[in-house]
């Protein structure tokens, strides 16, 4: 089964049997029951029951269950999937911070957890019970955040992006000084200093580790926050500047105009169209 990119995070656990998953873009990967992937920004990629099999297009299904090949006998295997909807103003932060796929084996640490929520999912999204929607958005929520949670260190090691900063002790701890007070005048020296290093070594374990320099992420985080403001609540320029850390208004329009392409009131307006 072939699917088209949708640039949304989609996921999947296998409920029995296995089968291959290849990405476009990363290693192929054998999933076996238990097993949960993440895909932060799904591009397009193929499953199929065994290798060398010409895939067949698939569009996205309505929810219910959906079985391809053949229609009789028991399936070789089972699996439920979904999507996340995340605002497009900042799904490219997930893609460029996070790492194209997240395996979780189902013998890892906090896979138990996982299969739970996306159980409790499963079970929400097939029944109409009054407030249904607000429950699924808030089981997905938990569900994303578990699964950053259980990612470990080692996966995390093996690529660039916000994981791998985390899992670096140093780096981890700017980072959340960083996201706990974005409004702060950051330098790369009061980074470094949060760190515990120097400002050299700071800067190249940064760049090295999250895959961009320190004042480079700052700049996107600031951005990320500024345009969740502008698109969810009526504030003026000065409040979300002062919010995100810019002295005024009229430099908070420039650092956005040429991070965006758009200045930040055109941005706003955006979300009538």
Known sequence: MRYAAHEQPG???????RCFLDVDGADEVELE?????????????????????????????DG?????????????MRQLGGAFHVDRANAKLLERYLPAMILVRRDDPGAARLRRLVELIGEEATTRRAGRELILERLIEVLLIEA????????????????????DPGIARALRKLHADVAHRWTVA????????????????????????????????????????????KRSLSEVAEM??????????VAFSRHAGCSPSGFARSRFK
């Open 64 to 76: 219910n269950e959906l079985r391809h090949g053949i229609q009789v006998g028991p399936p070789t």
């Open 190 to 233: 009061k980074l470094a200093r949060a760190a515990g290093m120097s400002r050299a070594v700071f800067a190249e374990r940064f760049a090295r580790t999250v895959g961009t320099p320190p004042m480079e992420y700052v700049l996107d985080w600031r951005i990320a926050i500024a345009k969740d403001v502008l698109l969810r609540e």
């Open 244 to 253: 995100i850390g810019y002295q005024s208004a009229s430099a908070f329009s």
């Open 148 to 167: 950053l949670r259980v990612q470990t260190v080692e996966a995390a090691g093996r690529e660039k992006g916000l994981l791998a900063g985390l899992a």
């Open 11 to 17: 996921f999947c656990i296998m409920l029995e049997g």
């Open 33 to 61: 029951e238990g097993d949960f992937v993440l895909l932060p920004s799904t591009p397009g990629f193929v499953m199929s029951s065994a290798r060398g099999l010409q895939p067949k297009l698939i569009t996205a299904s």
